[in-house]
């Protein structure tokens, strides 16, 4: 890892009603609530004590605190726009040669699997980890060039599209895959 690595988590403010709303439907706001709490704090857990990157938080809205943030970890707002615009705001803004973004609905997320994402990047512009339903838990971006203008774009977001799509956006850019990881968006 080289110090200026930096891993962004990307998030959501645990507001009632506005997080983990599929699961909501069935299980009611407040236990979705919880759930994405527990979620976020895990993965800050696991990734913001790591001293190969540094760890940012990109939180939306960007307005508004939550007594749990921890105070260590600096914090970015999302940016206006789609989820692959907000994403690529994120990536684009840490300056970092080497930048990964993750969600925070990875029940299996570890530092040595994002580790491997950067080692990727060592080989490829762009790293993914796949989800099994077809989207993506990990998206990292080494710093060559320009960030593709038609980047994210264009993507069928909540689908089993996305990855695919995501990738095709990128114009020919070379890619790589690392671990295969579920999220949590459904019952």
């Not at 959501?12 to 976020?40: D, E, M």
């Not at 004590?49 to 939306?60: H, I, N, P």
């Amino acid at each position: 890892m080289r110090p200026r690595d930096t891993v962004v988590i990307f998030t959501r403010l645990p507001r009632l009603g506005t997080v983990k709303t599929r699961i909501a439907r069935t299980f009611g706001a407040v236990r979705a609530r919880t759930l994405h709490r527990r979620l976020v704090l895990r993965t800050l857990h696991r990734l913001a004590r790591d001293r190969r990157w540094r760890t940012v938080l990109a939180v939306t809205p960007e307005r508004g605190g939550w007594r749990e943030w921890p105070r260590t970890v600096p914090r970015i707002g999302q940016g206006l726009g789609d989820l692959g615009r907000r994403m690529g705001q994120c990536l684009r803004a840490t300056a970092a040669l080497r930048t990964i973004l993750v969600g925070t609905d990875i029940p299996d997320i570890s530092a040595s699997a994002v580790a491997r994402g950067f080692k990727a990047l060592g080989r490829a512009r762009f790293v993914f980890g796949p989800a099994p339903d077809g989207g993506y838990w990990l998206i990292g971006w080494r710093r060559l060039a320009a960030w593709p203008r038609k980047a994210l774009t264009k993507v069928r977001w909540s689908s089993s599209h996305a990855l695919a799509d995501s990738q095709q956006s990128l114009g020919g850019a070379r890619v790589a895959l690392v671990d295969l990881l579920a999220d949590v968006d459904t019952v």
